[in-house]
């Protein structure tokens, strides 16, 4: 049964490739022909390059040293995803267990799991906030008695912008003041804020 070959990294006399997820060292310029197809592990005998005593030193070192080989400034993500791939055989999420919490279970090659458990981060709460000054205002206004589209057109006059920096209508105005709890004054309005 064929194996999946793809190109790891190069050096300057060598070329490592990953074949069915496991290292080999092979002549330079031997790959190419391989390289991203599946081939019989067979049929690259002839290309396998036995390692020599500074080359095992040299991949016990890098295993010793994983940090550095994580943040060299030549890694690629390409790369990186590949080094985890030879640690990591799975990693299972669970979001369901517990409502507000998310456990983490990373089963590696070796047979060993690591856990951990996050929280569950609250719905919104990456989404833009309005800005502080322009909640007071909204609610000064509404206490004033106006419906949200005239709300939204004065703040538009005073130069305030809503968390994602557009105009306010009146559906932004009563997004804010429902979700503080501040009465339902609906007054529709057109683009410009007149009800």
């Known amino acids: ?63 010793t040293n994983l940090e550095n080989v994580w943040h060299a400034p030549t890694r690629t993500m390409a790369e990186r995803k590949t080094l985890l791939r030879f640690l990591i055989k799975r990693v299972y999420l669970d979001g369901v267990t517990e409502v507000v919490k998310i456990h983490i279970n990373v089963e590696q090659h070796t047979g060993a799991h690591t856990a951990a458990t996050i929280d569950r981060l609250k719905v919104g709460i990456w989404a833009p906030k309005t800005p502080v000054d322009a909640v ?30 557009f105009e306010y209508d009146d559906k932004v105005v009563g997004y804010v003041a429902r979700t503080r709890g501040w009465g339902h004054k609906s007054g529709k309005s057109d683009k410009y804020g007149k009800a």
């Open 136 to 165: 007071e205002r909204i609610r000064e206004l509404h206490t004033e008695g106006l419906d949200y589209g005239a709300i939204a057109q004065r703040l538009n006059d005073e130069g305030f912008r809503s968390a994602k920096g």
């Open 1 to 63: 049964m064929g194996r999946l070959l793809r190109h790891f990294r190069r050096d300057k006399d060598h070329e490592f490739l990953l074949l069915g997820g496991m290292p080999v060292l092979l002549k330079p310029d031997a790959w190419e022909p391989w390289l991203d197809s599946v081939v019989d592990p067979c049929a690259l005998q002839s290309l396998l390059v036995p390692l020599d005593e500074a080359d095992s030193k040299r991949i016990k070192e890098l295993t």
